[in-house]
């Protein structure tokens, strides 16, 4: 996820070429484009049975339009700036444009084709010039300047005030004091910026649905299900395909030694050589961000990127690192030689490798803690999680409730719509789940929002969460691993994030808010994935009904702690190359990928033969295609919130609505509008500690 407070990701939007309009038909096609008219389903939900390709590039140049004629009318107002005429009215100016937008990144993330990724290439570097001309305005700052330095006097909000303070900030961030000459040199390396991080995204969107495991011999197959087995048959042959991680889930229940080598072997090169090949790419983005640090004054990259976060500096990332990894060392060591004990034990002699992990590790887990992940998932179908866990969980919270609406329009027939209430049965919002992996969608999981909450638009939220389970054949229970029940857990705890906003400007609205605070109410929402109570109401077998045996939930918890030392040794490898990468300086040579890369491993004590980068360089699609470029550090920095705020629940009567409430108060509905530290320190009384997560973790 990704805070931006004037315009939104450049990466995401798509031109297409058409015949030439005339004046009265561009007209009328505006007038007519429905996602310019505004929508008359419950809480102005897109219609997507209106929508449609064609539509977006009107749509979004007209936003782009409406914006700069805000812009120009700020600017051409003789009358002294203030929080009306110059803030309110800048805040107020995407309006348009934040609305088409939001539409078309939906689509473009979750359910794209040909068109809108072609299209992509060709407007992001117009959006970046669209970005700096209004960030890098001289006459505007200036009206923003005055408006900041008397916003002492002028008797606003705190909310209105926290506004200015943000504008001026984040102005400043992105170059508004530079000279002319610099403000030039900065839009060109934006540009460049821009085009080379869609041109990553779409790459690497196509090497992995491309580049997956073709199997002819269905007996190489062992070790899957005939239900999975049967998911992936495409005509004679079956397909295992890839998704965004180094490891495969695949390669847990793999039997075949060499079957699970090519599928590591697909995954860690699927960017490297031939028409997928990212290594240029990734050198001269890291390069380029070196320069714009350089432009705005920056030693480098990650300097710049951390301004505002609560990190705050890069050497407080690389402290916590160190801080970790003494631990997840000792921790790997212990692992390793117990799944190499494991291969032994199995009649193997072969050296552990990285394609070996996790298939040892589950039968560890099996011997270990007698847990078959294959008779866990029979409690786990998809919907029950839903609707009897993730939604449990939070009626017992905040006393929401859930009504699933079948007459909303959906962008693809797998998505599902549920409409959220108060406890007083006031309307809330709309949520969206769309759960299951297809070429069309990118890999991985995420929340955003169609409509942002806004007290001055008077909109309510409409939020919606994207997964990436496998499918199921026609008429098969949707069966998902406890990873996958942790995951929907995640992101609805972004969407509650979402949900609970209750601001007045969208800008600074429930998830706008630091890269290193956005994953913490996520993270903390996984802990009610195993609270006995949320527990026994969700985990019920798909065929009995059978609610979740005591013993196998005591098998899940005592194996809480089970390979966690190869958890956060591949987020630490992967959040350590992210902040090796951008804090190199311009004089920095990088000739080749793998190398930098071995050595930034090297240089913190990570390069672990065994355990690979979570996300090796060449497909690490946070940092170079989707905004968290030197902010990976964040998940493990906000699993240090998430673990220590849990403590405080556990001190306090864990699953009541009295505590929910004191967290949605305190925390969820804040959104940017204090200091996350004193937004933290508010709802918990204390600063929070690192032993609850080092004690989850098993590093304690």
Known sequence: ?????????????????????????????????????????????????????????????????????????????????????????????????????????????AHTNDVIKANQKELAPKFSKHDDDILLNTALFEKIKKVYNSVAKLGLDSESAHLVKEYYKNFVKAGANLSEEKKNQLKEINSQIATLTNDFGKKLLDASKKGGLVVSDKEKLKGFSEEKIKSIKKDSVYEIQLINTTQQPSLQTLENREVRKELYQKSICRTEGGVFDTREMVQELAKLRAQKAQVLGFDNYASWSLQGTMASTPDKVFDMFKNLIPGSLAKIESETKEIQAEITKNGFDFKLKPYDWNHFAEKVRKSKYSLDEEEVKQYFELTNVLEKGVFYAATKLYGITFKKRTDIPVYHPDVVVYELFEEDGSALGLFYGDFFARDTKRGGAWMSAFVKQSKLRNQKPVIYNVCNSSKPADGEPALISFDEVETMFHEFGHAVHG????????????????????????????????????????????????????????????????????????????????????????????????????????????????VPPRYRSTYFAHIFAGGYGAGYYSYLWT????????????????????????????????????????????????????TPMLEARGLK
């Open 1 to 109: 996820m990704k805070k931006n407070i004037i315009l939104l990701a450049v990466s995401i939007f798509t031109l297409s070429c058409g015949t030439k309009e005339t004046k009265k038909e561009k007209e009328m096609t505006i007038a007519e484009n429905p996602l310019l008219v505004k929508s008359t389903l419950p809480y102005g939900a897109p219609d997507f049975t209106k929508i449609k390709n064609e539509h977006f590039l009107p749509a979004i140049l007209e936003g782009m339009k409406l914006q700069n004629q805000a812009i120009e009318k700020i600017i051409a107002n003789k009358e002294n700036p203030t929080f009306e005429n110059t803030i309110l009215a800048l805040e107020e100016s995407n309006k348009t444009l934040e609305s088409v937008q939001s539409v078309f990144s939906g689509l473009a993330g």
């Open 499 to 610: 949900l609970f906003g209750n601001q007045k400007y969208a800008s600074i609205s429930g998830t706008s808010v630091a890269r290193d605070f956005v994953e913490f109410p996520s993270q903390f929402n996984e802990n009610w994935a195993t609270h006995p109570e949320v527990l026994n109401n969700y985990a019920l077998h798909y065929k009995t009904g059978e609610v979740i045996p005591d013993v196998l939930l005591q098998k899940i918890k005592n194996a809480g702690t089970f390979n966690q030392g190869y958890s956060i040794i591949e987020n630490l490898c992967s959040s350590n190359l992210d902040m090796q990468w951008h804090t190199i300086s311009t004089d920095t040579d990088i000739s080749d990928v793998a190398k930098f890369e071995e050595e930034a491993l090297a240089k913190m004590q990570l390069k672990i033969d065994e």
């Open 639 to 690: 699993e240090m919130l998430s673990h220590d705020a849990y403590d405080w629940f556990k001190d306090n009567g864990l699953l009541t609505r009295e505590n929910g409430q004191k967290f949605r108060d305190q925390i969820l509905s804040k959104g940017n509008t204090m200091d996350y530290a004193e937004m933290y320190k508010t709802f918990a009384g204390r600063n929070p500690k690192a």
